[in-house]
């Protein structure tokens, strides 16, 4: 099975294909249909994609056909091309790899020292895969809507602020690399920003510096995103997923793809129709070299989605390679990419080999794939020979030399690998152009080593979770505590995620396992402990901060429902929140105590017995607060105001009123915290807020990137302490 993270977003875009689709994809022959009648072509497109010829010998009429059908439809939707003239928006053309990145990503911040690390981020971008022209920094979900902060709030409350986030801009900007915001139009249940999201978002990008918008989910970024940046003075380039309405190509400058990959390649509907577009491929599973090998195919782009929604899905060091050679000569050539003369499925000699053509007035590249799983050698593509043209093996930096064939003309020979590429500049100089000599000499040393050499091996990346550590001191911890006696406790939990797969990398991984998965059953020994009755506490916490006078390095959003050092009337009683996990162990080594593992948290909830809910096995809506549908955020209840929530052991407020910090975990990409027991509020109107987990055998998968973000106004802990 393969680890596909991406499925669910597609489905939507995918799931649109007709019975004609399959019968074009599977059975691989051409369906006269009344849709094709009307659109007087024989390849109807697929989604975003267009079938290939179904063998050489109608590589002419397919190519014939497809330009004839492509002038019909610029025509039936009035197409103009203005934007893509457009020097500000231009950049989009040599956009070749967009990297979505995870505000989380711990080489893109520097928990520790609080800065934003961008040179640490490119500098492993760089090296894994060569680098990257974008980066799609990703803020919203999976944390968006674990209390009311809109997409607007979350993006202010990154650390330092608006401030510091148009200074990270800038140093994206001083690397060459644009910067992409998402737009969650699905943002409907948490606080209403009082104005229309393309208002707020140009407004916004404009005061730090964006380049782009990606529209989540989006079929098409409506025009009016474009005309209210350009009311700012501050245009945003547009990349929505999908663009089933084709007359928004004219302002969406960019698009997800979301392709199939049969062995005869497809080519892009929205490229063919204007070459200056730029499809990113979004490639999911864990071996990418369709995808890698459709996006030289098409002479377009290719989404580095390692890190998506928590879960890290990286390259193997094959396709990482292939993405390397491949973008370093689409950027090498990007002005013949966008050749309104492009010539997909140029003949080829070889069964299995597949080649576009990208002509100019005095360079044509072109981009070859082999389809096949062995090797190909010999005789490639048949050129007609003419004086003072010269052409170059651009995969292995060596100039070729035509052999003569029968008929007059001559033929190009050289070797492509399993699965591999290929690519062949003419050019009608005698003299080598310096960007071609560069190009020329590092493929030509990169290509020693086959791709076949590198690993195809996938591994999931390794977490570590961070020990509770209990204070020493003489503080005496146990006053308001239960003692939880020790026991053999069948640890059974599932992590609740917007990602609904269960394979290896998905959720955390506990010291006894061997890998992240999302399913856990362990039989762990627990020795005896005290747990805290209640959550802590308003009260509590300030009595803390009066005895200890913590302060956060951090502060932004610290207690941010307190005023000038208090908490508001008649809110002592209630759970504390807007505490990060590092205030949370602050309180906690000051109290002599510790937080609770999950386990440690489950088996005082639910006992020995295995029941769903503290209080039996089925749902109480008596025993737990009553949940706060709206979009703004109220208050949690006070501890202790529903006594039929009690656990076996008398624990209460476990579930539903705050979510509760448990353990930490991390690896080489990001951290995590899990939360357990849900909240009172439920954001509305979208599967893609944080998840609630009110049953026992559920946890939540936070993401932490610092104090500022992390903070939430429902999340809130209590404590455990050790026996002596």
């Not at 994206?172 to 969650?184: A, C, L, M, N, Y």
């Amino acid at each position: 099975m393969q680890f596909d993270v991406f499925k669910d977003w597609s489905s939507g875009l995918l799931g649109r294909a007709t019975a004609l689709t399959f019968l074009l994809l599977l059975g691989g022959s051409v369906y006269s249909s009344p849709v094709a009648v009307a659109q007087d072509t024989n390849y109807p497109p697929v989604d975003a994609q267009i079938p290939g010829p179904t063998k050489a010998a109608d590589r002419k009429a397919w190519l014939e056909d497809l330009r004839h059908w492509r002038q019909e439809r610029l025509d039936r939707i009035g197409f103009d091309d203005s934007n893509y003239r457009r020097p500000d928006l231009s950049w989009t053309q040599r956009n070749f790899v967009c990297s979505q990145m995870m505000i989380e990503e711990r080489d893109f911040y520097d928990h520790d020292k609080m800065v934003y690390t961008v040179d640490n981020y490119l500098g492993r971008v760089e090296k894994e895969i060569g680098g990257t022209d974008s980066v799609l920094v990703w803020d919203t979900y999976p944390n968006l809507g674990v209390d009311d902060r809109n997409q607007f709030d979350r993006l202010r409350d990154m650390p330092g602020g608006i401030a510091a986030l148009k200074q990270m801009v800038a140093e994206f900007h001083r690397r060459g690399v644009k910067v992409i915001f998402p737009e969650t139009p699905w943002d409907r249940g948490t606080r209403d920003e009082d104005r229309k999201d393309w208002v707020a978002q140009a407004e916004l990008m404009k005061e730090i510096g964006a380049d782009g918008l990606m529209g989540d989910t989006m079929d098409g970024m409506p025009r009016v995103y474009l005309s209210a940046s350009d009311a700012v003075h501050h245009p945003l380039a547009l990349h929505p997923e999908g663009l089933p309405a084709e007359e928004t190509l004219a302002w969406n400058e960019m698009t997800w793809g979301y392709w199939s990959y049969p062995f005869v390649p497809m080519i892009s509907r929205y490229k063919w129709l204007e070459t200056r577009h730029m499809p990113m491929l979004v490639s999911g599973g864990r071996h990418r070299i369709d995808g890698i090998q459709a996006a030289f195919f098409n002479g377009v782009g290719y989404s580095n989605q390692q890190d998506v929604i928590g879960i890290h899905n990286g390259f193997t060091a094959r396709d990482a390679e292939a993405i390397r050679r491949v973008m370093q000569i689409e950027r090498a050539f990007a002005p013949l990419l966008v050749s309104p003369d492009w010539q997909p499925h140029a003949p080829t000699m070889q069964e299995g080999v597949f080649a576009s053509r990208f002509p100019s007035s005095d360079q044509t590249l072109w981009t070859i794939i082999n389809r096949n799983e062995y090797k190909v050698t010999g005789a490639q593509v048949e050129i007609t020979p003419e004086p003072g043209i010269r052409y170059f093996d651009l995969w292995h930096g060596v100039e070729l030399h035509p052999k003569a064939s029968t008929n007059g003309n001559a033929i190009l020979m050289f070797d492509i690998e399993s699965k591999g590429f290929g690519a062949i500049l003419e050019l009608h100089s005698r003299d080598i152009p310096d960007a071609v000599a560069m190009v020329m000499k590092e493929m030509h040393e990169r290509s020693i080593k086959p791709l076949s050499e590198y690993s195809d091996q996938w591994l999931p990346l390794q977490q570590s979770m961070v020990k509770n550590e209990e204070a020493k001191g003489s503080r005496a911890p146990h006053s308001g505590m239960i003692l939880i006696p020790a026991a053999e406790f069948d640890f059974k939990v599932h992590g609740i995620e917007v990602n609904n797969h269960n394979e290896l990398g998905m959720d955390v991984q506990y010291p006894w396992e061997d890998a992240p998965h999302r399913d856990h059953d362990h039989l762990i020994a627990i020795k005896p402990f005290y747990i805290d009755r209640y959550p802590v506490t308003n009260a509590e916490f300030k009595r803390f901060l009066d005895e200890s006078h913590y302060q956060p390095r951090d502060g932004h959003n610290f207690l941010r429902d307190w005023h000038d050092g208090a908490y508001p009337a008649g809110w002592g009683q209630k759970p504390v929140t807007w505490v990060s996990l590092e205030d949370a162990r602050a309180y906690a080594q000051w109290a002599g105590k510790r937080l609770p593992n999950e386990w440690e948290w489950q088996y005082a909830a639910q006992g020995l017995d295995g029941r769903t809910y503290p209080w039996g096995n089925e749902w109480d809506p008596r025993a737990v607060p009553t949940p706060d549908k709206s979009r703004r955020l109220t208050s949690p209840n006070d501890v202790g105001a529903h006594p039929r929530g009690a656990s076996p052991f008398g624990v209460l407020d476990m579930v539903g009123n705050v979510w509760q910090w448990t353990n930490e975990f991390e690896d080489s990409h990001t951290r995590s915290a899990t939360l357990r027991g849900g909240s009172h509020y439920q954001a509305q109107g979208s599967w893609w807020y944080f998840p609630q987990a009110y049953r026992l055998d559920q946890h939540g998968k936070y993401l932490l990137m610092a104090p500022s973000i992390d903070r939430s106004g429902t999340i809130g802990f209590r404590c455990a302490a050790d026996v002596d």
